[in-house]
């Protein structure tokens, strides 16, 4: 009943996305911003998994780089500072056959929308989260974010930073985070390789990306992630959390890049029966059932 | 027959159970019925009541007078019995109050004992009063043992059976104590009639809809409509997510309408504070949402479980920058069904947000009907999805044309790309920058498409006298209490009511002149339950609209019937 009204879609070949088609609108962050790195390694990732511009929607809030979207071609929903996990919720929840990808930042993900992040991850919706993180805010001209080093001294903060760091990684593996990774912008293959693993992931995933705003962020520059930054050994087991959670820890002179945890809890959409079929946007509405509700206010 | 009864008590003493079972057989009966509660912020305790108007003949709203007093707590005996009207009755258990009273008209009935004789616990007490007030007005209890059936159904055998036998232990009791009780219940044809309160309305109206997604949290007096839509969730095939606040709970819902589905959330004034940034989105978005916004009395938590309609210029302002809106503001269950769907098919057609203003009084209201019409409802699909997007190349999701109104790509269905962006953005839904494409992107959003959404809205409801000397002016929750006065003033006086449901934008003066009824009345009182007449200011800053006086009502308790009468009098 409900499926043959859709079938008239008219079925096209799939075709293979290249990296030139790809291209959105000309960016507009400054000359050698990190953004570029995680431009190009997404790019990357759509033509390596085969994934079509119109296959997925990309979500984001507000923000450097909640700009993402635009500079790629993509289904978009860029909404409001802090609110891109909500949107995508939505998003994913009424169309669960269509990829959602979110690209936020640290002020606009861990500051603004920390609330919507907490309860993101325990929802576990199937969709990856790529959080921007260069310790600073970029759009409004230097400020401190969550995840600046405590003790910075900026325009806003002309005393240095009293606040401890927020630590994502620690913070995501103690809420059972399905998903939980790092990785680099000035690090392209790697970068690429986690945000595969990460959409091929079913649950909720997160990638925190290093990235260094050139403009605003003197100490956390391209240099000093590369003096610290290394891969985890390739026996590391990301789905022991104990272990996981030791390593999350680690900040300073080293910085674990890869799938730090990762578990098997199941995807809310695979748990709820209004959708274990046919995606919510593909469900006709059966007005023909009325009647009989309206018999149950007698 | 108009008889008033109320049972009051602590809240966990079963009021609800009671005043439930009550209004279910009178409405099953055949009896015309109005309810309304009056409660605490609290799970147990206090002094609450819930209210029941019965009669041969349409009864909308309540009155201040009480025929029969259920007291099931001595504070609230003490708190009520002065509403009591002389020849009324007041029903108590002394034992349970540890109290006696003397007055002849006070009939004490041992709930506890009688329950316990029926083979059951304390608990079935609820049943014996509800059997003895049925006693008391001449009543069998056929119809009432079906509706313990049905109450206990999950439970055993001997647990109904227990509370039939208890029903019929108060019915017996009351029967015999009261022999020369004046009440007595006039018979009416047995055509069972529909029971349904403001809420269950609202989210019948969006199940009836094509509503797909639902997102909130829970808030008074809001919390009924998702109640209601997460019963249907399964059998019509809905999302309902509750949201970890109010904020995402709007971002949710815009998210679900942008990927292709009829979408709503619900609150009450608090939480609307917190939507409104996304009440905003939705404007520079041109995305479809309904809102019920459901008042209660504030500032900030104000009275909680009482009502007010003091949102109104909230609703009206809410949320940054410049954008248009619906507001529809039911005057009962029955309005409140047909508008919800009026508000999903002006959201999608107009990609507006629309808002469904209620409040504590309506969403708590159960009115009686011989039924609801599914023929005047309107369900049309305005995206654009299947082969007719297939087919379309190079779609723009805010390509501009003279309605004002883009068609609303369902994204992922072809590989036209949909974009939305919370920036001024261009025809391809790209961050812009420039002045053109700004005045552009107002004027389709605001100029273009107003005229034809104004075009939409209905004159206001008028009733009564053709050349009214009394015109009483409202919106909203007010529709029975309004119209009732006007029946009763109309005995002595030309009196009518002029009803506002749909309230922004205003309806057009060509459809209705109701300027022209106001201005020509020589007492025109605007009539609403806040403190600074919200609705006589909008109809004076866009009418030019004058009244003569008005009555204001913000102590959080609704109007009644008789207490309004007397109000306007006093300005005659």
């Known amino acids: 009943m409900m499926e043959g009204l859709f079938q008239l879609t008219v079925l096209r070949e799939k075709s293979m996305p290249e990296f030139k088609d790809l291209k959105g609108i000309e960016p507009a962050w400054c000359p050698g911003c990190g953004n570029f790195g995680i431009l190009k390694a997404f790019k990357d990732t759509l033509v390596q998994m085969n994934i079509e511009p119109h296959e997925f929607t990309a979500v984001s809030g507000i923000g450097q780089a909640a700009k993402f979207p635009h500079y790629i071609k993509c289904n978009t929903f860029n909404g409001l500072h802090g609110r891109a996990l909500p949107a995508a919720t939505g998003i994913r929840l009424a169309n669960h056959k269509q990829r959602v990808m979110i690209f936020t930042g640290d002020g606009d993900c861990y500051g603004e929308g920390g609330n919507h992040l907490i309860h993101t991850i325990r929802r576990n919706i199937n969709m990856s989260l790529f959080v921007h993180d260069n310790q600073i805010y970029g759009l409004t001209k230097g400020q401190a974010s969550p995840t600046s080093a405590e003790g910075i001294h900026t325009k806003n903060q002309p005393l240095g930073v009293f606040s401890e760091q927020l630590n994502p990684m620690a913070m995501a593996i103690a809420l059972d985070c399905s998903f939980v990774a790092r990785s680099f912008s000035a690090d392209p293959e790697h970068l690429t390789k986690t945000m595969k693993a990460a959409i091929e992931h079913n649950g909720f995933s997160l990638v925190d990306i290093l990235q260094p705003c050139i403009t605003f962020n003197k100490l956390n520059t391209y240099e000093w992630y590369k003096e610290r930054v290394y891969y985890l050994e390739n026996e590391y087991n990301p789905e022991d959390r104990v272990s996981a959670f030791a390593r999350s820890l680690e900040w300073g002179d080293k910085i674990p890049l890869g799938i730090i945890y990762k578990n098997n809890r199941p995807a809310l959409e695979d748990r709820n029966p209004v959708i274990s079929e046919l995606a919510l946007v593909k469900q006709q509405f059966n007005g023909t059932l009325i009647n009989k509700t309206l018999r149950e206010f007698y | ?572």
């Open chain 2, 1 to 572: 027959m108009d008889y008033t009864l109320r049972i009051c008590g602590q809240a966990g003493q079963g009021i609800q159970t009671i005043g439930g079972s009550l209004a279910r057989y009178f409405a099953r009966s055949g009896y015309h019925i109005f309810t309304n509660k009056d409660y605490e912020s609290r799970v147990r305790g206090g002094h609450n009541y819930y209210q029941l108007r019965v009669s041969d003949m349409p009864v909308i709203s309540s009155l201040d007078r009480i025929d029969i007093l259920v007291a099931l707590d001595a504070v609230s005996l003490e708190i009520y019995r002065i509403d009591l009207k002389d020849e009324g009755h007041l029903i108590y258990d002394s034992k349970s109050l540890h109290q006696e009273y003397k007055q002849d008209n006070y009939l004490d009935i041992p709930f506890e004992i009688l329950a316990a004789e029926s083979g059951g616990s304390k608990i079935m007490s609820n049943s014996v009063a509800t059997g003895a007030i049925l006693g008391l007005l001449g009543m069998d209890l056929e119809i009432l043992n079906g509706i313990i059936r049905e109450s206990f159904a999950k439970k055993e055998q001997s647990i109904q059976d227990s509370n039939i036998a208890a029903a019929a232990a108060g019915h017996q009791f009351a029967v015999k104590a009261c022999t020369s009780c004046p009440l007595t219940a006039d018979t009416v044809n047995n055509n069972p009639r529909m029971l349904i309160s403001g809420s269950d309305a609202i989210g019948l109206g969006a199940v009836a809809s094509g509503l797909k997604f639902y997102s909130a949290y829970p808030m008074t007096p809001s919390t009924g409509i998702m109640n209601y839509i997460a019963d249907k969730e399964v059998e019509y095939g809905i999302i309902v997510e509750q949201a970890e606040d109010e904020i995402a709970a709007i971002n949710m819902a815009l998210g679900a309408s942008y990927a292709g589905v009829r979408s709503m959330t619900g609150t009450s004034g608090g939480g609307f504070a917190l939507m409104t940034e996304g009440l905003s989105l939705a404007g520079i978005t041109e995305t479809p949402i309904v809102i019920a916004l459901a008042q209660r009395p504030g500032p900030a938590t104000g009275l909680p479980t009482r009502t007010e309609q003091g949102d109104l210029n909230f609703a009206l302002h809410a949320g940054h920058g410049e954008f248009p809106r619906v507001i529809l503001a039911p005057g009962s269950p029955e309005q409140a069904f047909y508008l919800t769907n009026k508000a999903f098919g002006l959201a999608e057609k107009y990609q507006v947000p629309v808002i469904i203003l209620t409040d504590q009084y309506l969403a708590d209201s159960e009115w009686t009907y011989d039924g609801f019409d599914t023929s005047r409802l309107h369900n049309h699909d305005q995206r654009l999805r299947g082969e007719a997007l297939a087919n379309m190349n190079n779609y723009k999701r805010y390509a501009c044309t003279d309605s004002g109104v883009t068609p609303m790509a369902v994204p992922g269905e072809s590989v036209n790309l949909v974009v939305v962006d919370s920036d001024e953005h261009n025809e391809e839904g790209h961050m812009i920058e420039d002045a053109a494409t700004r005045n552009l992107m107002m004027d389709k959003r605001i100029f273009k498409k107003l005229p034809h959404i104004r075009e939409e809205i209905s004159a206001p409801a008028y009733y009564g006298s053709e050349k009214p000397e009394i015109v009483l002016v409202g919106w909203g929750s007010t529709y029975g209490v309004l119209k009732e006065t006007v029946q009763i003033l109309s005995g002595e006086y030309e009196a009518a009511m002029l009803h506002f449901s749909e309230i922004y934008p205003l309806p057009e003066i060509e459809k209705l002149d109701y300027a022209e009824i106001i201005r020509k009345a020589s007492v025109s009182l605007c009539i609403e339950n806040n403190a600074t007449g919200q609705f006589e200011r909008l109809l004076r800053a866009e009418a030019g609209i004058s009244f003569t006086g008005n009555i204001r009502k913000y102590d959080g308790r609704p109007f009644s019937a008789d207490g309004l009468t007397g109000e306007v009098n006093a300005r005659i």
